[in-house]
């Protein structure tokens, strides 16, 4: 009966994310009113806002994992959006803030546990799968918004290209995340609908996802045509590219 019912505190947000949305919205008022070195300001802005998407994906899984039947992730506190809940914080939470701070790739991070026995179907599988991307993809959306309907970046420079850099580092991990690579959400999308032995070898490379994702990645002609993507789609959304760039350069300020 609790793991149907889960109490309201199963749901209610910690304290943990709520320090970090106020960090974000601190630094974003902070670059706005211009006050303090833009370029930490940039940095926190960017960093904090990064760790609210990176709880919100994981969110989006366990949320969907309830709804379809695995009630258990309310035990397990993965819809309090606390990070520190996370089955695996290095590569949820550590390792894809590394990397945007050392290469501006938004790294897809993973994962909150799904007990994939109580979900109902395969459907609700991918589904889980799905909603993690899926938030990232509305969180891109929202961020190029002022763009798209023709802000004065000029008026609150650094500002804009914060949310900027931002919104293509969600991009990245929209695209990242989609990739249909076993470990990945979106090898984890495909997955239930193979047949039993190529699911047998996906658990098996599933480990494994994250170096095939950095050597590919690592490959020259793959890594070009991947970021060809990403600044095709950027454009597209109406996202500056040479703001983007600025805000990549102002977030690190201590070069």
Known sequence: MYEVRAPRSAFRPSAIFLAIVALFVTAGVMLWQGFGHSGVNVFLFVVAGWLVSLCLHEYAHALTAFRGGDHGVAGRGYLT??????????????LPVLFVILGGIGLPGGAVWVDKHRLR???????????????????????????????DIYAHFEFWAAVAFLAFLQITASLLNLLPIPGIDGGNLIEPWLKPDWQRGFAKVAPFGFLLLFALLWEP????????????ISNALGLPEDLYGDGFRLFRFWL
């Not at 459907?123 to 991307?133: E, T």
């Not at 045509?225 to 990403?230: G, K, M």
């Open 121 to 151: 179907g395969k459907g609700w599988d991918s589904f889980v799968s799905f909603a993690g991307p899926a938030m990232n993809i509305l969180f891109a959306l929202v961020l190029t918004v002022p763009f798209a309907i023709g802000v």
């Open 221 to 232: 002609r793959i890594n070009n045509a991947f970021f060809s993507v990403v600044f095709a």
């Open 81 to 94: 959006l606390n990070p520190l809940k996370y089955s695996h914080v290095l590569l949820s939470v550590i």
